[in-house]
């Protein structure tokens, strides 16, 4: 099993950055694939991006060319660099894992067995 504890939310103003960390804990994560989610208020959590365990990435369109998600394994964790962010960028954001061996569809939450507990981002105007 693996253990995720996310770090690094705050509160930024239009067109600022954050970096979001997902810290692992109990596995390495080069075994795993790592996705992340957003949740607005009053909204479904929907995908942000996930990368592979191979380092293949992928990113829902709203946030293409602003985010970038990456992984370290010296340190056991995953990232998620914001730039350029929008006041619709406001959530929660939620790291997750999976087996890489296991998993199908990045992009869906079902897939993924492993989460973290969260962490608010929230954009001025």
């Known amino acids: 099993q693996v253990q995720l504890v996310e770090s690094g939310g705050g509160l930024v103003q239009t067109g600022g950055s954050l970096r979001l960390s997902c810290a692992a804990s109990?596995?390495?994560?080069?075994?795993?694939?790592i996705g992340w989610f957003r949740q607005a208020p009053g909204k479904e959590r929907e995908w942000v991006a996930c990368i592979s365990n191979e380092g293949r990435r992928s990113y829902v369109d709203s946030v293409k060319g602003r985010f970038t998600t990456s992984s370290d394994i010296a340190v056991n964790t995953g990232y998620l660099q914001m730039n350029s962010l929008k006041p619709e960028d406001t959530a929660i954001y939620y790291c997750?894992?999976?087996?890489?061996?296991?998993?199908?569809?990045?992009?869906?939450?079902?897939?993924?067995?492993?989460w973290g507990q969260g962490t608010q981002v929230t954009v001025s105007s």
């Open positions: 109990g596995s390495r994560l080069d075994f795993y694939s």
């Open positions: 997750a894992a999976q087996f890489a061996s296991t998993i199908g569809r990045c992009w869906e939450e079902d897939e993924y067995d492993y």
